[in-house]
């Protein structure tokens, strides 16, 4: 997907934006690890609009690169009140 990403033009290879997000955040917010987290991990990437296939690690790479902590913490909140 990154390299889709970048021969698209999307995303370059340097960017003034630093990562916000790393599988210690994941952890914390039961993403990584967890027994439902898979579950939980699909839920956030369709709130985000992204293929729901992906692997924790690129997840954490195309968040970083695509949205803001923002924009992140709302689709893992509006998961999880739908996990309940």
Request: hydrophobic letters at 45%; charged letters at 25%; glycine letters at 6%.
């Amino acid at each position: 997907l990154i390299n889709a990403l970048h021969s698209a033009g999307v995303i370059a290879e340097s960017s003034d934006r630093t990562s916000f997000l790393s599988k210690a955040d994941m952890l914390d917010d039961g993403l990584v690890g967890g027994k439902d987290s898979a579950v939980l991990r699909r839920r956030v990437l369709e709130k985000l609009g992204l293929p729901t296939l992906l692997s924790a690690n690129t997840m954490c790479e195309v968040i970083n690169r695509l949205f803001t902590i923002e924009e992140y913490k709302t689709a893992v909140a509006a998961a999880k009140a739908t996990n309940n």
